[in-house]
């Protein structure tokens, strides 16, 4: 499974909208979105505060 998978499945089990996280990690909607799709990968250190954001660990996202 993808990155952009990974991030949607966590994100949906969380119970939260792409607008939910991106309000909570301070990263735009845009980017947020573009990263589900697969269109935009994600610097490691906006990896860490949405993991952090969904309380996983980053390599639960990346592996």
Request: glycine share 6%.
């Amino acid at each position: 499974m993808q990155l952009a998978q990974r991030l949607r499945a966590f994100r949906k089990l969380k119970g939260l909208t792409q607008q939910e996280l991106a309000k909570r990690t301070g990263i735009s909607l845009a980017v947020l979105g573009a990263v589900e799709r697969g269109n935009r990968s994600l610097e490691p250190d906006m990896l860490s505060i949405i993991a952090q954001t969904l309380e996983i660990e980053v390599r639960e996202l990346t592996e």
